[in-house]
């Protein structure tokens, strides 16, 4: 992904007082990470993703993550293999149609952020600014490489 504020990147400021690129303002709960080597941006959300939470897979998809889309449907698909064959068929339908979707929605809901994030670091991305480094470091999804 290019970044989509290219051009209007100010080097001399390090976007202080939560502003993200050109001087937008970001949302307390959201980080900014960059890519030294391609000076490739991401800019995403810390905490519960509510998107992820109400419309699955489809997050992973338009952030372009198609590791961790394979993660979750691999996920998902092993999980629904085992629902059937432990649970009985006459209890099947309740199972298939309330609690695992349900129970799918708040894991991928509360986790897929930090799956995305330690993802990126996993590919030489760093928090941008200071301020989305503590954010980061406070939700324990990047830790000071020593």
């Known amino acids: 992904m290019q970044d989509p504020f290219k051009g209007f990147n100010d080097d001399d400021q390090n976007n202080q007082n ?8 970001l949302p307390p709960n959201y980080a900014t990470v960059v890519n030294p080597e391609t000076g490739n941006m991401r800019i995403a959300k810390v905490g519960f ?10 997050p992973t998809i338009f952030r372009a993550d198609w590791y961790n889309l394979l993660c979750i449907l691999l996920l998902e698909i092993s999980a629904s293999m085992i629902i059937i064959m432990l649970v009985p068929a006459n209890q099947l339908a309740n199972y298939t149609s309330l609690i695992v979707p349900l129970a799918q929605s708040i894991l991928w809901g ?11 670091f996993k590919l030489g991305f760093m928090p941008a600014d ?4 503590d954010l980061l ?4 999804y990047w830790t000071q490489p020593k």
């Open 49 to 58: 993703s509510w998107t992820m939470f109400l419309f699955p897979p489809f």
């Open 137 to 140: 470091e406070h939700a324990h």
């Open 18 to 25: 939560g502003n993200g690129p050109q001087g937008l303002p």
């Open 110 to 120: 509360s986790i897929y952020n930090m799956m995305y994030f330690k993802h990126l």
């Open 130 to 133: 200071e301020r989305s480094r």
